[in-house]
């Protein structure tokens, strides 16, 4: 039984969208082998769920979305997937009582089994310190992870058309990039409490120091910070945007501030210019598209205007703040795919892109009932299972993933069910408008059986 009241229930065979036999020779040849077999394993044996051949690291979380996570694993995974999860629990407690060493295991599952779920996490700050009694101020564990894997995190909203857009004119999809590692995320800062000098200094390997006087405090203290990259990780993650950019067809733009560090941002763009130049200007060409280096403050006036359709390769923080601007402006935060790709294209790891939800957490432990939408979690599953079903060569797995998306978007779309985030979007504010979320992910499961037998 899950923390809404809902458990797993395996569905029986009469009910098994999978029973169908298919109908036509015509039809089965357009199914795949494997997938036409599996059918008619269904059809005459007793219920047999869907193999997922290789593991799958599941991260847990906090929180409200911690709760959904669990719902969403009695409802759509464990009733119709044989798979095995290898489960690292990264909640707060949890992180805390292991020192963080949970997250850098769960980091190495990954790389180990090439494919990760994470669910929404807590990021401490000082209140949460003292709420939960840490031992100290523990770093993100999405950052921890980003770090020990590299490779760029692409943020992709979920396009609804009933759901409108607060950016009237956004009509496709506007893909954000990511850079997965260091700059604020990775660096060092302090406060300085009085006047002194602020120096940075680089020894070289087998040379002598280096040192940048940078600052001078000398009415009161201040702040300072320093930060870095490496030429490997922005390599990577300008290897992954291209390669991205060309499976989905669209132009590609990078955006830094390389007018005002000029070192530090304009090595980004040296290095994506070299690798367009090299290596990809003839696949652009070839496919009608096309790369171009482009000022951050001007991009992202450009992307306001725009229709939409093309990639944006964006520095760490950058990509941060944008892909929740890009998410509300399609409709919602609960609307939007997270996931983390390395340059070779095999390590993947897919999250909520959003936080824990905290507010409607508290309205949960009152025992009040909640409206959370679940999508972004939802689809942090099946993004995961989309590419371990790519990995491992099973059609069926695919097949499924992509089944439960579309009953979450159909839902939504067709039925007219939804969350209260969606409802507010839609200019609807009546408690008859919108349903809670455990509502919600019964009606998903309705589409999603109804789905599957259109579908398999």
């Known amino acids: 039984m899950s923390p809404f009241g809902v458990a797993a229930v395996r569905i029986p065979l009469r009910q098994t969208p999978w029973s169908r036999v298919a109908a036509s020779s015509a039809r089965a040849a357009s199914v795949p082998l494997s997938f036409y077999t599996y059918r ?128 009237t004119g956004w009509q496709k999809p506007i893909i954000i990039g990511r850079h997965a590692f260091g700059d604020q995320y990775r660096a060092k800062d302090i406060v300085a409490p009085g006047p002194g000098k602020l120096s940075m200094v680089y020894t070289p390997a087998g040379g002598e120091p280096q040192e940048l006087e940078v600052f001078e405090f000398k009415n009161g203290g201040g702040v300072a910070q320093t930060q870095y990259n490496t030429d490997e990780s922005i390599t990577g993650f300008a290897h992954s945007s291209f390669k991205l950019a060309l499976d989905k067809g669209l132009p590609l733009y990078m955006s830094t501030k390389n007018t005002i560090l000029k070192k530090y941002d304009g090595r980004f763009k040296d290095i994506f210019q070299e690798l367009y130049d090299t290596q990809y200007r003839a696949e652009f060409e070839a496919k009608g598209t096309w790369y171009e280096h482009r000022l951050i403050d001007d991009m992202v006036a450009q992307m306001i205007k725009s229709t939409g359709g093309y990639v944006m390769a964006l520095k760490n923080y950058d990509g941060d703040v944008q892909s929740d601007i890009v998410a509300q402006g399609f409709g919602s935060l609960g609307l939007m795919t997270s996931v983390l790709i390395t340059p070779d294209g095999k390590t993947f790891e897919s999250e909520a892109a959003h936080g824990t939800v905290t507010r409607h957490y508290r309205e949960h432990q009152k025992g009040k009932e909640t409206s959370t939408n679940p999508i972004a979690s939802i689809f942090a599953w099946t993004r995961g299972l989309i590419q371990r079903g790519k990995l491992d060569d099973t059609p069926e797995v695919v097949a499924f993933a992509e089944s439960l998306e579309k009953a979450c978007i159909d839902t939504v779309d067709i039925d007219g069910i939804m969350t209260k985030d969606l409802a507010l979007a839609c200019g609807k504010t009546g408690r008859e408008d919108y349903v809670t979320t455990n509502e919600y992910l019964d009606a998903v499961e309705r589409r999603m059986k109804q789905v599957l037998k259109e579908k398999l």
């Open 40 to 167: 008619r394993t269904m059809a005459s044996a007793a219920p047999t769920k869907i193999k997922v051949k290789n593991p799958v690291v599941e991260l847990d979380g906090d929180e409200m979305t911690r709760i959904i996570w669990q719902n969403i694993k009695d409802k759509f995974i464990h009733p119709y997937l044989d798979i095995d999860l290898k489960y690292y629990d990264l909640g707060l407690e949890y992180r805390d009582e292991t020192n963080d060493q949970v997250t850098i295991d769960a980091a190495e599952a990954i790389k180990k089994y090439s494919v990760g779920v994470k669910c929404a996490t807590i990021t401490p700050d000082e209140a949460r310190v003292k709420e939960f009694n840490l031992k100290q101020m523990w770093l993100s564990p999405n950052g921890t992870i980003r770090n020990a894997l590299g490779g760029t995190v692409f943020r992709e909203p979920i396009v609804i058309p009933r759901i409108p857009r607060l950016v």
